[in-house]
């Protein structure tokens, strides 16, 4: 039965008003589902933000499907709080004042309660239609557009709000490629349809062969039926070429989507066709110069998301307009035999059929891969036993010649077991077979001497618990029964975590020297400081005279009160009390100069260093005097308690202090001054003795601790040498420098605690 032109346009009305009430029964069930979800997780219902896609065309078309994936590729990422709809308009298919209010009427209902904070118009039919019912639907809602060409954003003009990028097609750019692939072209042949859309594309073409040059035959069919059509380019031949973007509506009034109808015309034509729409590519068309629909989706979802971030559509940093791009067919090119030549270079080959290389690369390689693996693994087995063989001579000879060197150098082969439990083995001399088992480490401890044998065993301990190397010097009991000292060093053994390899050597005579050495600087620096007590006597005698003076005077006023009629009782007790302080005074003194004179080890303890600068002082105060010497401190406030030999410490002092004023003999007496600071950096102490003498030469800094290496003037050299080791065996430092403004500052520096 046939069907006017009105009557099918009322049908059409009519499904699309049944659609639209399916749609909002739809929605209110999703609304009511949401609520439901929101009333079970308010926070996250809050935090959701809408975005509405309003699409020109119908869901089908391949644009549309492309350009949506884009837009959820970056919008819908699983940490974003987001909720994205689509809407489509199905223009042209539906057109009309009666569609417009029934998609206003049901996009209203449906997003009243779910308002969308940005919309994409996607075509220039949603544009202008958001544009014309803005108010109504999402007034002051941010409109991002997509998809519309330039001349239609210059016609509809600068709106508040609305922001985007214009389309990429290229139709003059695929005319070129037409030409350039196809030489000897005669006419074109350019299909559109009797739609409003079909006849803006038209119109658009119209546009572009009219400014060809140079001109071109054109021919332009418009608005009839497709089986026209078809017929029309089945006798097409040789120097035609066919552009069309397809059509939604041909003469007849039947609808399609474009898609389709470039698909049907590809597949009948006898000349090649080109379009410009990407998503028309691989359905027949040779190619052309065209935009990519996803990229579109991408670059508008991008806007979008400046604008849930805030940024204003005036503000915004608008991606690059989308660059048009030439796309080409393979296998259209092989059809109509197409110099491969003629292609441009940075055209998108699609559909490219790969060659045997390209199809087996990854398998051809692999097995190149294992031929060459093979091969070289039986040379490297090859090379390995003539090594092996080469190694084996190597290590029988290096075996002599360790040997050798071993007997030649006194060396022992240690093997203990650290396990704590007997073997019966004995520690060898250079052994001569492999397998030699290890000493038990009870045995070994057996014959060290009893002062080191808590010490080896702690050593040995820790090492095979911490798996480091162990260097141990100790006394061993040797075959006659004497003491001999021993050096041991080695680690555990790889294999077994309870056992330690390593060598031992004899030391003796070099340790007993060291221990001489060691004792004859002890000497030495006893000598010392005796020495320089011999040159403080008068000071010292000083030091005495005042408390044993004052009690002198003190029982001498006693004895003549006794002898007086009236006894005073108090007074004699104060008398008495002073004459006990002076004692002790005295007594004091005695005790410091015993210290000083006496021989002992170097036994560092808590001292306060500001007390003994102060001591120090007090001892040489008489000294100083004599030599019209002015000596001030600047001492640390709260200074901590340093670790350190007291006596040892006091001679450091005094030799500085004495070496000071000696640099100030030639000196004006009323500018010899001498200052001793202390202070703390970090985690290190230092005294500093300044004097104002005649200084140290440049090129004598680095002489001034070595032995008669220093001028007579600037000290006892022989002290600085002596004050140097003490500040070593403190893990300290003395160093000699030059004041800018004449003399010299010696400075002692050690850490506060003895480094472990």
């Known amino acids: ?87 489509y308009l199905d223009q042209p298919t539906f057109t009309g004042a009666d569609h417009e209010q029934t998609a206003l009427r049901y996009l209203r209902g449906k997003y009243e309660s779910r308002p969308p904070v940005v919309v994409v118009a996607v075509g220039q039919f949603s544009l202008r239609y958001l544009l014309r019912h ?186 690059a307009p989308g660059k048009a791009n030439v796309e080409i067919d393979w296998r259209q090119v092989q059809k109509w035999q197409i110099d491969a030549a003629d292609l441009p270079a940075d055209a998108m080959i699609r559909f490219r059929e790969p060659s045997f290389w390209e199809a087996h690369r990854n398998t051809a390689l692999l097995v190149l891969v294992v031929i ?142 060291e221990l001489q050495a060691e004792a004859d600087r002890g000497a030495l620096t006893h000598m010392t400081r005796v020495s320089t007590m011999g040159q403080l006597s008068t000071s010292i005698a000083h030091q005495l005279n005042q408390p044993l003076a004052a009690s002198l005077g003190n029982a001498e006023v006693a004895r003549k009160m006794l002898d007086g009629d009236d006894l005073d009782l108090a007074g004699l007790r104060e008398i008495c009390d002073d004459i006990v302080a002076d004692n002790l005074r005295a007594a004091d003194v005695v005790g410091r100069l015993s210290a000083l004179f006496r021989r002992g080890e170097m036994n560092p303890a808590p001292l306060n260093l500001n007390l003994l600068v102060t001591e120090t002082l007090d001892l040489v105060h008489t000294e100083l005097l004599t030599r019209h010497v002015s000596a001030a401190t600047e001492l640390a406030p709260g200074l901590p308690t340093v670790l350190g030999s007291r006596v040892h410490l006091q001679q450091v002092l005094l030799n500085l202090i004495l070496n000071g004023a000696n640099a100030m003999t030639r000196v004006a007496a009323a500018e010899r001054e001498l200052v001793i600071r202390t202070e703390v950096e970090g985690e290190e102490v230092s005294v500093s003795v300044i004097d104002k003498g005649s200084g140290i030469a440049p090129e004598d800094v680095g002489n001034v601790f070595e032995p008669l290496g220093t001028p007579k003037d600037t000290g006892n050299d022989v002290g600085l040498v002596i004050c140097r080791s003490i500040l070593e065996a403190h893990h300290g430092t003395l160093t000699a420098s030059i004041n800018a403004d004449g003399g010299a500052t010696f400075r002692a520096r050690w850490p506060l605690r003895r480094p472990s």
């Not at 589902?33 to 935090?47: G, N």
């Not at 709106?159 to 985007?164: D, R, S, Y």
């Not at 629909?293 to 979008?304: E, Q």
């Not at 010097?473 to 003491?483: C, H, K, L, P, S």
């Open 1 to 87: 039965m046939a069907i006017d032109a009105t009557s099918r346009l009322a049908l059409q009305r009519f499904a699309f008003l049944l659609a639209a009430t399916w749609g909002l029964a739809m929605a209110s069930s999703v609304a009511a589902a949401a609520a439901a979800a929101s009333a079970a997780s308010p926070a996250a219902s809050a935090a959701a933000r809408n975005v509405l896609v309003l699409f020109s065309g119908q869901r089908r078309l391949p644009a549309n499907i492309q350009f949506a994936s884009g837009v959820r590729e970056v919008l819908l990422a699983p940490e974003r709080k987001l909720m994205l709809f689509e809407e």
């Open 134 to 319: 803005r108010p109504a639907l999402f007034a002051n809602v941010p409109i991002v557009h997509a998809g519309v060409e330039r001349q239609d954003l210059e016609a509809i003009g600068t709106v508040p709000g609305v922001v985007g990028i214009p389309a990429g097609y290229d139709l003059p750019g695929t005319i070129e490629l037409a030409l350039r692939l196809h030489p000897g072209t005669r006419r074109f042949v350019v299909i559109t349809g009797s739609g409003e859309r079909d006849r803006v594309w038209e119109s658009d073409a119209r546009d572009a062969f009219a400014a060809l040059k140079p001109p071109r035959g054109v021919e332009y069919v418009s608005g009839e039926p497709t089986e026209a059509v078809l017929r029309r380019v089945r006798a097409l031949g040789k120097g035609d070429i066919v552009y069309t973007p397809g059509y939604f509506e041909d003469g007849a009034g039947r609808t399609s989507i474009p898609a389709d109808i470039v698909k049907a015309i590809s597949a009948e034509s006898g000349a090649p066709v080109y379009t410009v729409y990407s998503s028309t590519i691989g359905l027949g068309p040779v190619g052309g110069k065209t935009s990519d629909f996803v990229d579109m989706g991408k670059d508008a979802a991008t806007m979008v998301d400046q604008l849930l971030a805030g940024v204003r559509a005036e503000q915004m940093r608008l991606p």
């Open 372 to 513: 060459l693996f093979q091969a070289a693994l039986i040379g490297a087995l090859l090379i390995e036993r003539r090594i092996r063989r080469q190694a084996a001579s190597a290590l029988d000879e290096s075996e002599k010649q360790m040997n050798l060197a071993a007997r030649a150098a006194g060396l022992s082969f240690l093997l203990w077991d650290t396990a704590r439990h007997p073997r019966s083995s004995e520690r060898r001399k250079v052994p001569e077979v492999a397998d030699e088992r290890p000493v038990a480490l009870d045995r070994v401890l057996e014959t060290v001497h009893p002062a080191d044998r808590e010490g080896v065993e702690r050593a040995v301990v820790c090492a095979a618990a911490d798996r480091r190397e162990i260097d141990l010097e100790y006394r061993v009991r040797n075959e006659q029964g004497d003491f001999r000292w021993t050096a041991a060093r080695g680690r555990v053994s790889a294999e077994a975590s309870d056992q330690l390899t390593g060598v031992a050597w004899d030391i003796h005579s070099r340790k007993v020297a």
